[in-house]
């Protein structure tokens, strides 16, 4: 079983910087895929960004290409979310995934709030 905890939201304003974390423990999450993951209220869970086992290849959404940044550090057993140049509607919980084969694990997220 892996666990993952989410880290570092917050309030912040428009324009402004967050960066999360999702620490796994467990188990090692070194050949796992991560990702990151967002629901806003009302809205379904949506992709945010990914990246693979050992850091080669990340995806993002379309919509926040150029903003946010996935990274991992497997000796940290951990991957981090870096977002900038928030927008309101970035206000969601952010949820942090990994994934292998069958093998899919979620954190219990972390609320992201961006004031105008």
């Known amino acids: 079983q892996v666990q993952l905890v989410e880290s570092g939201g917050g309030l912040v304003q428009a324009g402004g910087s967050l960066r999360l974390s999702c620490a796994a423990s467990?188990?090692?999450?070194?050949?796992?895929?991560m990702g990151w993951y967002r629901q806003a209220p009302g809205k379904e869970r949506e992709f945010v960004a990914v990246i693979s086992w050992n850091g080669a290849y990340t995806h993002y959404a379309d919509s926040v290409k150029g903003r946010f940044t996935i990274s991992r550090d497997n000796v940290k057993n951990t991957v981090y979310l870096q977002m900038n140049s928030l927008k309101p509607e970035d206000t969601a919980i952010y949820y942090c995934?990994?994934?292998?084969?069958?093998?899919?694990?979620w954190g219990q997220g972390t609320q992201v709030t961006v004031s105008s």
């Open positions: 995934n990994a994934r292998l084969s069958l093998d899919d694990y």
């Open positions: 467990g188990r090692t999450v070194n050949n796992y895929n």
